[in-house]
T-cell receptor, first 109, second 117 residues
Framework: GQNIDQPTEMTATEGAIVQINCTYQ??????LFWYQQHAGEAPTFLSY??LDGLEEKGRFSSFLSRSKGYSYLLLKELQMKDSASYLC??????????WGAGTKLIIKP | GAGVSQSPRYKVAKRGQDVALRCDPI?????LFWYQQALGQGPEFLTY????????KSGLPSDRFFAERPEGSVSTLKIQRTQQEDSAVYLC???????????????FGPGTRLTVT
């Protein structure tokens, strides 16, 4: 079966750094996405990785290791508005997105 | 507004009623996806359209679920004889091109929250 695992909830302090991990087992791999979803709102795109390594975009970075079936999303200089759920999704061999359950990130002052 | 829109935003249905959920994708987007998202979970794929063709409906949970996109733009997800387990947020997403091994992000609508009582 296909499986994507990420922690259910994490807590961090404003101004700090947090790393959200994602491990996956899917039938095929055609890229990994990270989306942000505020409560009651639509998911919005954060990052895309298809090759191994680190992709940096402002305060957010995403890392991929295909051999380990592993990715992480790194958020720096945390702000209160970063409180949201972070969803990891893998595009499988059918080019459809398989989603994790999301990691709820709580930012404390 | 150039984003994906969905209506209604909230729908309460009595068990056994039929419901129709509408999605207006971004103009010109070829691909349209429907997802079901239960509380505290990630989206679950339901079905995929490329223009007016429904290329994948493997995620539809039962034959009570039906989706169409007759002119390759607006799509409707219909649920017949609703059951309590159908209660969820139904998300629609569109992308410019068909899925492929490249950066092709999906743009999501705000969703329709369906509650079946």
């Amino acid at each position: 079966g296909q499986n994507i695992d990420q922690p259910t909830e994490m807590t961090a302090t404003e101004g700090a750094i947090v790393q959200i991990n994602c491990t996956y087992q899917t039938s095929g791999f055609n890229g990994l996405f990270w989306y942000q979803q505020h409560a009651g709102e639509a998911p919005t795109f954060l990052s895309y990785n298809v090759l191994d390594g680190l992709e940096e975009k402002g305060r957010f970075s995403s890392f991929l290791s295909r051999s380990k079936g592993y990715s992480y999303l790194l958020l720096k200089e945390l702000q209160m508005k970063d409180s949201a759920s972070y969803l990891c999704a893998v595009r499988d061999s059918n080019y459809q997105l398989i989603w994790g359950a999301g990691t709820k990130l709580i930012i404390k002052p | 507004g150039a984003g994906v829109s969905q209506s209604p935003r909230y729908k309460v249905a009595k068990r056994g009623q039929d419901v129709a959920l509408r999605c207006d994708p971004i103009s010109g987007h070829v691909s349209l996806f429907w997802y079901q998202q239960a509380l505290g979970q990630g989206p679950e794929f339901l079905t995929y359209f490329q223009n007016e063709a429904q290329l994948d409906k493997s995620g539809l949970p039962s034959d009570r679920f039906f989706a169409e996109r007759p002119e390759g733009s607006v799509s409707t997800l219909k649920i017949q004889r609703t059951q309590q387990e159908d209660s969820a947020v139904y998300l629609c997403a569109s992308s410019l091109f068909p899925p492929a091994p490249r950066h092709e992000e999906q743009y999501f609508g705000p969703g329709t929250r369906l509650t079946v009582t």
